[in-house]
């Protein structure tokens, strides 16, 4: 029987390399092949298929396949797993030039071009799913879909990860089991809290945590459930704090699209994007939620001892974080300051 982890680790490797292309039906009769336009999606997670492996993948195939089903094949999709494409910082920006159509990206990996989004992985800001999706419908929301769309982007699926910590040596659970560590966070804010916890900072991507710590160049690393399942961290690590009930560390990492590219295509077309994105939010939720758990599960089965947050190590994180990550984003510029006010208004 094939498992989620068996067929990452069988086909990662050629999806790293080559694009899988949605194909799952032929043009409407009628359909010229001038009329079919071919997107491209990028990602930095391992590669699988729509119904195994790391979700965020599953989610660009699904988008893929749902969305050549309601264009009747006027459009597909190529997927490049594994930063195959181009490397995975650069997502952002080439989607705000229309040199790549989507991408499955972490918002904060943004922050140094555009550094309001920053918000996206703001320690101890949000500590519940649905205190993350409820920013959808409010003012913060609101203005950083008007911040992306200035910038030349669109949020086509809104995706919120909770994260926790793995590490190579003694488990990281409350402020002061972090001195002394070289620790990755994941965005400026994230390493500012870690930073005035005592860690020494190494800013790696998600997807080069794995030989990061093989090397000993890091000691421990605070990054989502899934990518803690699919980048295989047990198999160095020994200890995890996880994300599930509790974690200082919600991301937003939705499926962003080029907004040019998405005004090129014809009403219909952008009808099936739009509902194609929105169907898939309950299905990110579902997935992010059962990693949660199931990465316990995984890092126990391996040895490591498992650790979880509550309300008592949140305030310690919270405290530093106020002190540090907060202040450092509010006095970068009045709009930091207004994108935190608002984040705070949504409890």
């Known amino acids: 029987m094939i498992n989620r982890r068996t067929l990452i680790q069988g086909i990662a490797s050629a999806a790293t390399t080559t694009a899988t292309t949605s ?16 997107l491209k999606i990028s990602h930095q997670f391992p590669g699988g298929t729509p119904e195994k492996g790391d979700f ?24 490049y797993p594994g930063s195959s494409l181009m ?13 790549l159509d989507l991408s499955v990206y972490p918002l904060a990996y943004a922050g140094g071009e555009v550094q309001e989004v920053n918000i996206g992985l703001m320690p101890c800001m949000v500590t519940s799913y649905e205190q993350a999706y409820a920013w959808k419908k409010a003012e913060i929301g609101h203005e950083i879909t ?17 994260g926790g910590i793995v590490s190579r040596s003694t488990p990281v659970l409350n402020p002061e089991d972090v001195k002394g560590l070289k620790v990755r966070g994941g965005s400026r804010e994230m390493d500012l809290m ?24 890091l000691d421990a690393a ?18 995890l704090t996880t994300g599930r ?38 299905f990110a939720v579902s997935m992010a939620k059962t990693d949660d758990d199931e990465v316990a599960k995984i890092y126990k089965a391996s040895g490591a001892k498992v650790y979880d947050m509550d309300n008592t190590v949140i305030a310690k994180w919270k405290k530093i974080a106020q002190e540090t990550a907060w202040t450092d984003f509010s006095s970068r510029s009045t709009e930091c300051d207004r994108f935190l006010k608002l984040a705070l208004a949504v409890s």
């Not at 965020?56 to 309601?70: G, I, N, S, T």
């Not at 992306?148 to 990860?161: C, H, N, P």
């Not at 080029?258 to 994007?273: R, W």
């Open 146 to 162: 008007k911040l992306l769309d200035a910038k030349g982007i669109k949020i086509v699926t809104w995706i919120w990860q909770a």
């Open 87 to 99: 490397k995975t910082v650069a997502q952002f920006s080439a989607l705000r030039k229309a040199a």
């Open 222 to 239: 605070v990054t989502s459930s899934t990518s803690l399942i699919s980048f295989r961290l047990e198999e160095i690590a020994k200890a």
């Open 23 to 38: 194909s799952i039906m032929m043009p409407s009769f009628g359909a010229f092949a001038a009329d079919i336009k071919t």
């Open 56 to 79: 965020r993948d599953r989610l660009a195939r699904k988008f893929a396949q749902e969305v050549e089903k309601k264009t009747k094949g006027e459009l597909k999709f190529e997927i």
């Open 245 to 282: 009930g509790k974690s200082f560390w919600y991301m937003f990492e939705p499926l962003l699209m080029s907004k040019s590219v998405y005004e090129s295509l014809t009403t219909s077309q952008q009808k099936a994007i739009d509902e194609v994105g929105l169907e898939l939010e309950s």
């Open 194 to 217: 870690l930073k005035g916890a005592g860690g020494i900072i190494s800013s790696v991507p998600s997807n080069e945590i794995y030989p990061a710590m093989q090397t000993g160049s």
